[in-house]
Protein backbone atom coordinates (compact mmCIF):
# COMPACT_ATOMS: atom_id res chain seq x y z
CA UNK A 1 0.00 0.00 0.00
CA UNK A 2 0.75 3.83 -0.76
CA UNK A 3 0.84 4.25 3.13
CA UNK A 4 3.22 2.20 3.60
CA UNK A 5 5.78 3.52 1.02
CA UNK A 6 9.74 3.83 1.73
CA UNK A 7 11.15 6.73 0.88
CA UNK A 8 14.84 5.90 2.30
CA UNK A 9 16.05 5.72 -1.17
CA UNK A 10 16.18 9.22 -1.20
CA UNK A 11 19.85 10.38 -1.14
CA UNK A 12 21.99 13.07 -1.04
CA UNK A 13 22.37 13.47 -4.80
CA UNK A 14 19.88 11.22 -6.10
CA UNK A 15 17.36 8.25 -5.65
CA UNK A 16 18.89 5.27 -6.03
CA UNK A 17 18.90 1.58 -4.03
CA UNK A 18 17.90 -2.04 -4.92
CA UNK A 19 15.23 -2.41 -7.57
CA UNK A 20 12.32 -4.43 -6.12
CA UNK A 21 12.86 -3.33 -2.52
CA UNK A 22 13.55 0.84 -2.12
CA UNK A 23 12.99 1.52 -5.52
CA UNK A 24 9.82 0.41 -7.07
CA UNK A 25 7.46 1.73 -9.52
CA UNK A 26 5.28 2.68 -6.41
CA UNK A 27 7.83 5.14 -5.19
CA UNK A 28 8.78 6.63 -8.80
CA UNK A 29 5.19 7.33 -9.40
CA UNK A 30 5.24 9.43 -6.76
CA UNK A 31 8.66 11.03 -7.00
CA UNK A 32 7.12 11.84 -10.57
CA UNK A 33 3.99 13.75 -8.58
CA UNK A 34 6.48 15.01 -6.09
CA UNK A 35 9.02 16.84 -8.80
CA UNK A 36 6.44 18.33 -10.50
CA UNK A 37 5.02 19.77 -7.70
CA UNK A 38 8.62 21.01 -6.75
CA UNK A 39 9.44 22.68 -10.56
CA UNK A 40 5.80 24.19 -10.10
CA UNK A 41 6.50 25.85 -6.68
CA UNK A 42 10.02 27.20 -7.84
CA UNK A 43 9.03 28.13 -11.15
CA UNK A 44 6.45 30.19 -9.36
CA UNK A 45 8.65 31.41 -6.65
CA UNK A 46 8.40 35.71 -6.37
CA UNK A 47 6.72 35.80 -9.53
CA UNK A 48 3.53 37.93 -9.74
CA UNK A 49 0.55 36.41 -9.68
CA UNK A 50 -0.46 37.09 -13.71
CA UNK A 51 2.78 36.07 -14.58
CA UNK A 52 2.87 32.18 -12.90
CA UNK A 53 3.25 28.95 -14.99
CA UNK A 54 0.67 26.82 -14.95
CA UNK A 55 0.90 23.19 -14.72
CA UNK A 56 0.16 22.25 -18.19
CA UNK A 57 2.41 24.38 -19.77
CA UNK A 58 5.73 22.94 -17.84
CA UNK A 59 7.73 20.60 -19.98
CA UNK A 60 9.88 17.41 -18.60
CA UNK A 61 12.38 15.09 -20.65
CA UNK A 62 12.66 11.62 -19.19
CA UNK A 63 15.34 9.21 -20.48
CA UNK A 64 16.83 5.86 -19.07
CA UNK A 65 19.32 3.76 -18.69
CA UNK A 66 19.79 0.05 -19.73
CA UNK A 67 18.93 -1.58 -16.96
CA UNK A 68 16.77 -4.16 -17.66
CA UNK A 69 14.01 -2.52 -14.99
CA UNK A 70 14.01 0.83 -15.72
CA UNK A 71 11.80 0.90 -18.76
CA UNK A 72 9.29 0.06 -16.38
CA UNK A 73 10.51 2.46 -13.99
CA UNK A 74 10.17 4.97 -16.66
CA UNK A 75 6.85 4.34 -17.32
CA UNK A 76 5.43 4.71 -13.55
CA UNK A 77 7.55 8.15 -13.72
CA UNK A 78 6.13 9.48 -16.77
CA UNK A 79 2.79 8.20 -15.16
CA UNK A 80 3.70 10.18 -11.84
CA UNK A 81 4.30 13.22 -13.86
CA UNK A 82 1.52 13.36 -16.46
CA UNK A 83 -1.06 12.41 -14.09
CA UNK A 84 -0.67 16.01 -12.51
CA UNK A 85 -1.20 17.48 -15.84
CA UNK A 86 2.65 18.50 -16.75
CA UNK A 87 4.05 17.13 -19.69
CA UNK A 88 6.64 14.51 -20.62
CA UNK A 89 9.31 14.67 -23.59
CA UNK A 90 10.42 11.26 -23.40
CA UNK A 91 14.34 11.23 -25.30
CA UNK A 92 14.27 7.04 -24.34
CA UNK A 93 17.53 4.84 -23.57
CA UNK A 94 20.51 7.82 -24.04
CA UNK A 95 23.48 8.46 -21.72
CA UNK A 96 22.20 10.76 -18.46
CA UNK A 97 24.07 13.66 -20.25
CA UNK A 98 21.71 13.75 -23.17
CA UNK A 99 19.17 14.15 -20.81
CA UNK A 100 21.25 17.09 -19.26
CA UNK A 101 21.32 18.36 -22.76
CA UNK A 102 17.90 18.36 -23.59
CA UNK A 103 17.80 21.57 -21.08
CA UNK A 104 19.97 23.58 -22.65
CA UNK A 105 18.76 22.12 -26.05
CA UNK A 106 16.09 24.19 -28.72
CA UNK A 107 13.66 21.70 -29.19
CA UNK A 108 11.34 21.94 -32.00
CA UNK A 109 8.50 24.08 -31.88
CA UNK A 110 6.13 21.38 -33.54
CA UNK A 111 7.33 18.73 -30.80
CA UNK A 112 7.04 21.04 -27.98
CA UNK A 113 5.57 24.70 -27.15
CA UNK A 114 8.45 27.17 -26.45
CA UNK A 115 11.19 24.66 -27.49
CA UNK A 116 12.58 24.29 -24.34
CA UNK A 117 11.94 21.73 -21.08
CA UNK A 118 12.30 22.96 -17.60
CA UNK A 119 13.88 20.10 -15.89
CA UNK A 120 15.07 16.52 -16.82
CA UNK A 121 14.27 13.07 -15.04
CA UNK A 122 16.71 10.10 -15.63
CA UNK A 123 16.27 6.80 -14.80
CA UNK A 124 20.01 5.22 -14.03
CA UNK A 125 22.08 3.79 -11.12
CA UNK A 126 25.32 4.95 -12.91
CA UNK A 127 28.04 2.38 -11.85
CA UNK A 128 26.30 0.60 -9.33
CA UNK A 129 25.40 -3.38 -9.66
CA UNK A 130 22.82 -4.49 -12.40
CA UNK A 131 20.43 -4.91 -9.42
CA UNK A 132 20.55 -1.38 -8.54
CA UNK A 133 18.18 1.58 -9.67
CA UNK A 134 17.58 5.19 -9.51
CA UNK A 135 16.42 8.59 -10.37
CA UNK A 136 18.81 11.95 -11.09
CA UNK A 137 16.96 14.96 -10.93
CA UNK A 138 17.57 18.63 -12.64
CA UNK A 139 15.87 22.06 -12.89
CA UNK A 140 17.06 25.04 -14.01
CA UNK A 141 19.78 23.30 -16.07
CA UNK A 142 21.40 22.04 -12.85
CA UNK A 143 21.52 18.90 -10.97
CA UNK A 144 19.25 18.86 -7.58
CA UNK A 145 21.37 19.68 -4.46
CA UNK A 146 20.76 18.13 -1.08
CA UNK A 147 18.55 20.17 0.06
CA UNK A 148 15.95 20.41 -3.22
CA UNK A 149 16.16 16.73 -3.12
CA UNK A 150 14.83 16.91 0.48
CA UNK A 151 12.22 19.16 -1.04
CA UNK A 152 10.79 17.00 -3.53
CA UNK A 153 10.87 13.75 -1.24
CA UNK A 154 8.56 16.28 1.25
CA UNK A 155 6.75 16.69 -2.01
CA UNK A 156 6.60 13.40 -3.06
CA UNK A 157 5.39 11.75 0.50
CA UNK A 158 2.89 14.65 0.82
CA UNK A 159 1.19 13.22 -2.73
CA UNK A 160 1.09 9.58 -1.46
CA UNK A 161 -2.12 11.36 0.82
CA UNK A 162 -3.38 13.34 -1.50
CA UNK A 163 -6.51 13.06 -3.39
CA UNK A 164 -6.31 11.84 -6.91
CA UNK A 165 -7.97 14.27 -9.23
CA UNK A 166 -8.43 12.26 -11.82
CA UNK A 167 -8.81 14.74 -14.64
CA UNK A 168 -5.22 16.34 -15.20
CA UNK A 169 -2.70 14.22 -18.18
CA UNK A 170 -0.19 15.81 -19.57
CA UNK A 171 1.12 15.46 -22.98
CA UNK A 172 4.18 12.54 -23.99
CA UNK A 173 6.02 13.43 -27.17
CA UNK A 174 8.87 10.72 -28.08
CA UNK A 175 11.60 12.86 -29.52
CA UNK A 176 15.25 11.59 -30.41
CA UNK A 177 17.34 13.63 -29.50
CA UNK A 178 20.77 12.01 -30.31
CA UNK A 179 20.72 13.42 -33.59
CA UNK A 180 20.86 16.77 -32.30
CA UNK A 181 23.76 16.12 -29.53
CA UNK A 182 26.12 14.37 -31.97
CA UNK A 183 25.39 17.15 -34.71
CA UNK A 184 26.19 19.85 -32.18
CA UNK A 185 29.26 18.24 -31.18
CA UNK A 186 30.54 17.85 -34.49
CA UNK A 187 29.90 20.77 -35.20
CA UNK A 188 32.18 22.33 -32.11
CA UNK A 189 35.45 19.59 -32.95
CA UNK A 190 34.75 19.33 -37.05
CA UNK A 191 37.52 16.49 -37.61
CA UNK A 192 39.58 16.83 -34.97
CA UNK A 193 40.08 13.01 -34.83
CA UNK A 194 41.80 12.24 -38.07
CA UNK A 195 44.64 10.30 -37.71
CA UNK A 196 43.73 9.14 -34.21
CA UNK A 197 43.07 5.77 -33.36
CA UNK A 198 40.32 4.98 -29.95
CA UNK A 199 39.48 1.77 -28.84
CA UNK A 200 35.93 2.17 -27.32
CA UNK A 201 34.37 0.33 -23.95
CA UNK A 202 30.75 1.23 -23.68
CA UNK A 203 30.49 -1.84 -21.28
CA UNK A 204 26.68 -2.58 -22.76
CA UNK A 205 25.45 0.60 -21.30
CA UNK A 206 24.20 3.72 -22.77
CA UNK A 207 27.32 5.00 -24.18
CA UNK A 208 27.00 2.57 -27.04
CA UNK A 209 24.10 4.50 -28.52
CA UNK A 210 26.28 7.46 -29.29
CA UNK A 211 29.86 7.50 -28.12
CA UNK A 212 31.52 5.16 -31.38
CA UNK A 213 29.31 6.55 -34.61
CA UNK A 214 30.37 10.31 -33.04
CA UNK A 215 33.87 9.20 -32.73
CA UNK A 216 34.11 8.39 -36.19
CA UNK A 217 32.31 11.34 -37.25
CA UNK A 218 35.32 13.26 -35.89
CA UNK A 219 37.30 11.26 -38.33
CA UNK A 220 39.04 8.74 -35.69
CA UNK A 221 39.60 5.32 -36.61
CA UNK A 222 37.37 3.69 -33.66
CA UNK A 223 37.98 -0.30 -32.42
CA UNK A 224 34.42 -0.81 -30.43
CA UNK A 225 34.07 -3.07 -27.31
CA UNK A 226 30.88 -4.51 -25.96
CA UNK A 227 28.86 -1.85 -27.75
CA UNK A 228 25.37 -3.09 -27.83
CA UNK A 229 23.64 -2.01 -24.91
CA UNK A 230 22.30 -4.80 -22.69
CA UNK A 231 21.26 -4.27 -18.92
CA UNK A 232 22.27 -7.79 -17.56
CA UNK A 233 25.71 -6.06 -18.60
CA UNK A 234 27.46 -9.87 -19.69
CA UNK A 235 30.47 -9.11 -20.45
CA UNK A 236 31.92 -6.78 -17.04
CA UNK A 237 30.19 -3.82 -15.30
CA UNK A 238 30.67 -0.71 -16.68
CA UNK A 239 32.36 1.12 -13.67
CA UNK A 240 35.95 2.57 -15.29
CA UNK A 241 37.08 3.65 -11.31
CA UNK A 242 37.27 -0.22 -11.31
CA UNK A 243 40.25 -1.36 -12.51
CA UNK A 244 39.34 -4.81 -13.01
CA UNK A 245 36.88 -3.86 -15.28
CA UNK A 246 39.30 -2.64 -18.13
CA UNK A 247 41.50 -5.49 -18.22
CA UNK A 248 40.19 -6.40 -22.40
CA UNK A 249 40.40 -2.84 -23.27
CA UNK A 250 43.89 -2.19 -21.53
CA UNK A 251 45.00 -5.47 -24.11
CA UNK A 252 43.08 -3.91 -26.85
CA UNK A 253 44.57 -0.58 -26.60
CA UNK A 254 48.34 -2.19 -27.15
CA UNK A 255 47.52 -4.52 -29.53
CA UNK A 256 45.85 -2.19 -31.75
CA UNK A 257 48.63 0.15 -31.25
CA UNK A 258 45.41 2.96 -30.68
CA UNK A 259 46.42 5.74 -29.41
CA UNK A 260 43.92 6.07 -26.40
CA UNK A 261 41.28 3.67 -24.89
CA UNK A 262 37.93 5.24 -23.77
CA UNK A 263 35.63 3.51 -21.33
CA UNK A 264 32.43 4.61 -19.84
CA UNK A 265 29.86 3.68 -16.73
CA UNK A 266 26.78 3.02 -16.84
CA UNK A 267 24.72 6.15 -17.66
CA UNK A 268 27.94 7.67 -19.47
CA UNK A 269 28.40 10.60 -16.76
CA UNK A 270 32.02 8.92 -16.18
CA UNK A 271 34.71 8.81 -18.57
CA UNK A 272 37.92 5.82 -17.82
CA UNK A 273 40.86 6.29 -20.48
CA UNK A 274 43.73 4.09 -20.85
CA UNK A 275 46.80 5.79 -21.95
CA UNK A 276 49.29 4.05 -25.13
CA UNK A 277 50.89 1.83 -23.01
CA UNK A 278 47.90 0.30 -21.55
CA UNK A 279 47.95 2.02 -18.02
CA UNK A 280 44.45 3.44 -16.43
CA UNK A 281 44.75 6.68 -15.60
CA UNK A 282 42.94 8.25 -12.65
CA UNK A 283 40.83 11.16 -12.27
CA UNK A 284 43.14 13.16 -10.68
CA UNK A 285 45.83 12.53 -13.51
CA UNK A 286 43.01 12.84 -16.60
CA UNK A 287 41.63 15.94 -14.77
CA UNK A 288 45.64 17.63 -15.02
CA UNK A 289 45.37 16.66 -18.89
CA UNK A 290 42.26 18.98 -19.38
CA UNK A 291 43.40 21.61 -17.10
CA UNK A 292 46.98 21.66 -18.66
CA UNK A 293 44.98 22.07 -21.83
CA UNK A 294 42.88 25.23 -20.90
CA UNK A 295 45.10 26.97 -18.20
CA UNK A 296 47.98 27.65 -19.94
CA UNK A 297 46.80 29.99 -22.44
CA UNK A 298 44.38 31.75 -20.47
CA UNK A 299 47.17 32.30 -18.02
CA UNK A 300 49.02 33.94 -20.87
CA UNK A 301 46.70 36.40 -21.00
CA UNK A 302 46.77 36.75 -17.37
CA UNK A 303 43.70 35.27 -16.38
CA UNK A 304 43.95 32.80 -13.62
CA UNK A 305 40.57 30.42 -13.86
CA UNK A 306 39.40 28.19 -11.39
CA UNK A 307 40.09 24.40 -11.57
CA UNK A 308 37.22 22.55 -8.77
CA UNK A 309 38.28 19.14 -7.57
CA UNK A 310 37.26 16.60 -4.79
CA UNK A 311 39.17 15.57 -1.56
CA UNK A 312 40.17 12.08 -2.95
CA UNK A 313 42.56 13.98 -5.62
CA UNK A 314 46.54 14.02 -5.41
CA UNK A 315 48.29 16.65 -4.33
CA UNK A 316 49.80 17.24 -7.13
CA UNK A 317 46.64 18.03 -9.18
CA UNK A 318 46.25 21.24 -6.71
CA UNK A 319 49.68 22.30 -6.91
CA UNK A 320 50.37 21.94 -10.38
CA UNK A 321 47.29 23.73 -11.40
CA UNK A 322 48.20 26.73 -9.24
CA UNK A 323 51.80 26.57 -10.76
CA UNK A 324 50.76 26.96 -14.19
CA UNK A 325 48.07 29.57 -13.46
CA UNK A 326 45.31 28.18 -12.27
CA UNK A 327 43.00 28.56 -9.11
CA UNK A 328 43.11 24.54 -7.51
CA UNK A 329 39.77 24.95 -5.25
CA UNK A 330 38.90 21.79 -2.75
CA UNK A 331 35.29 20.86 -2.35
CA UNK A 332 33.37 17.62 -1.17
CA UNK A 333 32.98 14.40 -3.57
CA UNK A 334 29.43 14.09 -5.51
CA UNK A 335 28.23 15.58 -8.83
CA UNK A 336 25.88 17.87 -6.97
CA UNK A 337 28.44 19.45 -4.84
CA UNK A 338 30.53 19.56 -7.29
CA UNK A 339 28.82 21.83 -9.95
CA UNK A 340 27.74 23.82 -6.63
CA UNK A 341 31.26 25.03 -6.40
CA UNK A 342 31.56 25.22 -9.70
CA UNK A 343 28.73 27.77 -10.11
CA UNK A 344 30.05 29.35 -6.74
CA UNK A 345 33.10 30.52 -7.84
CA UNK A 346 32.66 30.56 -11.73
CA UNK A 347 34.90 27.82 -12.24
CA UNK A 348 36.17 26.90 -15.69
CA UNK A 349 36.67 22.84 -15.24
CA UNK A 350 35.82 20.18 -12.76
CA UNK A 351 36.29 16.90 -12.09
CA UNK A 352 36.44 13.74 -9.40
CA UNK A 353 38.39 10.94 -8.95
CA UNK A 354 35.96 8.45 -10.62
CA UNK A 355 35.77 9.96 -13.74
CA UNK A 356 33.15 12.65 -13.58
CA UNK A 357 34.46 15.76 -15.76
CA UNK A 358 32.57 18.96 -15.88
CA UNK A 359 33.91 21.48 -18.62
CA UNK A 360 32.06 24.61 -18.54
CA UNK A 361 35.07 26.00 -21.22
CA UNK A 362 33.10 25.65 -24.19
CA UNK A 363 30.71 23.18 -22.89
CA UNK A 364 27.57 24.12 -20.22
CA UNK A 365 28.97 22.74 -16.98
CA UNK A 366 27.81 19.35 -16.31
CA UNK A 367 29.60 15.90 -16.82
CA UNK A 368 29.64 14.49 -19.81
CA UNK A 369 31.82 11.20 -20.77
CA UNK A 370 31.22 11.70 -24.31
CA UNK A 371 32.22 15.00 -24.41
CA UNK A 372 34.84 14.51 -21.96
CA UNK A 373 36.29 11.65 -24.72
CA UNK A 374 35.97 14.23 -27.43
CA UNK A 375 38.34 16.65 -25.76
CA UNK A 376 40.99 13.95 -24.94
CA UNK A 377 40.69 13.09 -28.63
CA UNK A 378 41.55 16.95 -29.45
CA UNK A 379 44.26 17.23 -27.10
CA UNK A 380 46.20 14.23 -28.36
CA UNK A 381 45.60 15.49 -32.02
CA UNK A 382 46.88 19.05 -31.10
CA UNK A 383 49.80 17.44 -29.65
CA UNK A 384 50.67 14.81 -32.42
CA UNK A 385 50.82 18.20 -35.27
CA UNK A 386 53.46 19.15 -33.53
CA UNK A 387 55.21 16.16 -32.34
CA UNK A 388 54.30 13.06 -34.45
CA UNK A 389 55.62 10.94 -31.34
CA UNK A 390 53.23 12.57 -28.40
CA UNK A 391 51.66 9.99 -26.56
CA UNK A 392 49.05 11.14 -23.83
CA UNK A 393 51.14 10.53 -21.12
CA UNK A 394 53.64 12.94 -21.85
CA UNK A 395 51.41 14.91 -20.21
CA UNK A 396 51.92 13.17 -16.53
CA UNK A 397 55.18 14.33 -15.26
CA UNK A 398 54.26 16.14 -12.28
CA UNK A 399 52.79 13.06 -11.05
CA UNK A 400 56.37 11.25 -11.34
CA UNK A 401 58.16 10.19 -7.94
CA UNK A 402 54.77 10.24 -6.41
CA UNK A 403 53.26 7.19 -4.89
CA UNK A 404 49.47 6.84 -4.85
CA UNK A 405 46.96 4.47 -3.14
CA UNK A 406 44.33 2.53 -5.00
CA UNK A 407 40.93 3.61 -3.53
CA UNK A 408 40.44 1.05 -1.08
CA UNK A 409 36.31 0.29 0.31
CA UNK A 410 35.64 -1.01 3.90
CA UNK A 411 31.92 -1.88 4.65
CA UNK A 412 30.41 -0.09 7.22
CA UNK A 413 26.14 0.06 7.50
CA UNK A 414 25.11 3.35 6.80
CA UNK A 415 23.61 4.06 9.93
CA UNK A 416 27.50 3.65 11.77
CA UNK A 417 29.35 5.67 9.25
CA UNK A 418 28.76 8.96 10.98
CA UNK A 419 29.54 7.98 14.78
CA UNK A 420 32.65 5.83 13.40
CA UNK A 421 34.29 8.92 11.52
CA UNK A 422 33.50 11.78 14.59
CA UNK A 423 35.37 8.52 16.75
CA UNK A 424 38.30 8.33 14.33
CA UNK A 425 38.66 12.33 13.81
CA UNK A 426 38.77 12.96 17.08
CA UNK A 427 41.60 9.40 17.41
CA UNK A 428 43.50 11.03 14.69
CA UNK A 429 43.49 14.54 16.65
CA UNK A 430 44.38 12.93 20.07
CA UNK A 431 47.43 10.97 18.66
CA UNK A 432 49.50 13.50 16.14
CA UNK A 433 51.95 10.64 16.20
CA UNK A 434 50.21 8.22 14.80
CA UNK A 435 51.45 8.28 11.44
CA UNK A 436 55.02 8.50 12.32
CA UNK A 437 55.13 11.75 10.64
CA UNK A 438 53.68 15.27 11.15
CA UNK A 439 50.42 15.72 10.67
CA UNK A 440 50.44 19.00 9.02
CA UNK A 441 46.56 19.13 9.16
CA UNK A 442 43.49 17.95 9.24
CA UNK A 443 40.72 18.86 6.76
CA UNK A 444 37.45 17.46 7.17
CA UNK A 445 35.27 19.07 4.47
CA UNK A 446 34.09 15.97 3.21
CA UNK A 447 35.23 13.11 5.25
CA UNK A 448 38.56 13.10 7.43
CA UNK A 449 42.03 14.28 4.88
CA UNK A 450 45.09 14.11 7.05
CA UNK A 451 47.88 16.38 5.11
CA UNK A 452 51.24 14.74 5.99
CA UNK A 453 55.05 15.82 5.60
CA UNK A 454 55.41 14.32 2.57
CA UNK A 455 51.19 12.96 1.54
CA UNK A 456 47.80 12.50 2.86
CA UNK A 457 45.84 9.74 3.95
CA UNK A 458 41.74 10.43 3.31
CA UNK A 459 38.88 8.66 4.69
CA UNK A 460 35.36 9.90 3.54
CA UNK A 461 31.51 8.02 3.06
CA UNK A 462 30.43 6.66 0.32
CA UNK A 463 26.90 8.56 -0.67
CA UNK A 464 25.68 5.42 -2.59
CA UNK A 465 26.74 2.56 -0.92
CA UNK A 466 27.37 1.20 2.53
CA UNK A 467 31.35 1.82 2.70
CA UNK A 468 33.86 4.14 3.41
CA UNK A 469 36.30 5.50 0.79
CA UNK A 470 39.95 5.91 1.41
CA UNK A 471 43.28 7.11 -0.27
CA UNK A 472 46.45 7.24 0.53
CA UNK A 473 49.39 9.55 -1.22
CA UNK A 474 53.07 9.87 -0.44
CA UNK A 475 56.93 9.87 -2.24
CA UNK A 476 57.52 6.55 -1.23
CA UNK A 477 55.46 3.39 -2.01
CA UNK A 478 56.64 2.72 1.59
CA UNK A 479 55.50 5.21 2.96
CA UNK A 480 52.61 5.14 1.07
CA UNK A 481 51.94 1.41 2.19
CA UNK A 482 52.56 2.52 5.87
CA UNK A 483 49.92 5.41 6.38
CA UNK A 484 47.00 2.92 4.47
CA UNK A 485 47.97 0.02 7.06
CA UNK A 486 47.75 2.86 10.17
CA UNK A 487 44.15 4.54 9.17
CA UNK A 488 42.87 0.87 8.07
CA UNK A 489 43.66 -0.86 11.14
CA UNK A 490 42.04 2.43 13.04
CA UNK A 491 38.72 1.91 11.02
CA UNK A 492 38.74 -1.76 11.76
CA UNK A 493 39.13 -1.11 15.10
CA UNK A 494 36.71 1.39 15.37
CA UNK A 495 33.68 -0.13 13.56
CA UNK A 496 34.52 -3.38 15.29
CA UNK A 497 33.01 -1.50 18.65
CA UNK A 498 29.80 -0.63 16.45
CA UNK A 499 29.40 -4.24 13.96
Not at 81 to 107: K, W
Request: aromatic share 8%; net charge negative; proline share 4%.
Amino acid sequence: MAENLDFNAFGKNDIRGIYGEDVTEELFYYAGKGYVKFVVENLNKNVPEDKKTDVKDVWISVAHDARTHSPSLTDSLIKGVTSTGANVLNIGMVPTPLGYYSEFAQIPDNVISKGRVNGALIVTASHNPSEYNGLKMTFDKSSLTEEQIKEVKKYSMEEVNARETGNRHGIIKKYNIIEQYSESIVNKFASIGRGIKVVTDCGNATAGVVAPQLYRDLGCEVVELFTEPDGTFPNHHPNPSDEKTLEVLKHTVVSENADIGIAFDGDSDRIGVIDSKGNAMTGDKLLLIYAQDIIEPLAKRGECPCVVSEVKCSQVLYDTINAIGGNAIMTKTGHGYIKSKMKEVNAILAGEMSGHTFFKDRYYGFDDAVYAGCRIIEIIAKHKMQNPDFKIEDMLKPFEGVCTSKEVRFRCPNEYKKPVLEEMTEAVKQNPDLFGTKIKDIITLDGMRIILEDGFAMIRQSNTEPVFTLRFEAKSQENCKHYEDTLVTLLDKTVNKYC
